[in-house]
Nanobody, 127 residues
Framework: QVQLVESGGGLVQAGGSLTLSCAAS????????MGWFRQAPGKEREFVAA???????????NYADSVKGRFTISRDNGKNTVYLQMNSLKPEDTAVYYC?????????????????WGQGTQVTVSS
């Protein structure tokens, strides 16, 4: 039903910035919460950030404590695209980053909240 394709990963020096993009197919993109997760070698996949569907009342973004103040998630429903702007990058941010689409009226901070996943894009931060 939904296909997700990430892009924008690469190699950057500590303190630098990158912007990731996730292009989604699907007629009902605007009603799903959209999230970013990451997985470093030998570690579990972890939540990074999420943005709420259109028409949400109240809080519309959610961030892991480790990235709060450095990363910004946004969405363009007209383009069926979600973005992750990453600033002040640290070596510990190195991971494969995955885009995910959830369910209408579902949660947004756990991997089990999401039904659809992209293939991932590599982000490497050098020290």
């Amino acid at each position: 039903q939904v296909q997700l394709v990430e892009s924008g990963g690469g190699l950057v020096q500590a303190g630098g910035s990158l912007t990731l993009s996730c292009a989604a197919s699907g007629r009902t993109f605007s009603i799903y919460p959209m999230g970013w997760f990451r997985q470093a070698p030998g570690k579990e996949r972890e939540f990074v950030a999420a943005v709420a569907p259109i028409s949400t009342i109240g809080r519309t973004t959610n961030y892991a404590d480790s990235v709060k103040g450095r990363f910004t998630i946004s969405r363009d429903n007209g383009k069926n695209t979600v973005y992750l702007q990453m600033n002040s990058l640290k070596p510990e941010d190195t991971a494969v980053y995955y885009c995910a689409a959830g369910r209408q009226f579902g949660g947004w901070s756990r991997s089990t909240d999401y039904n659809y996943w992209g293939q991932g894009t590599q982000v490497t931060v050098s020290s």
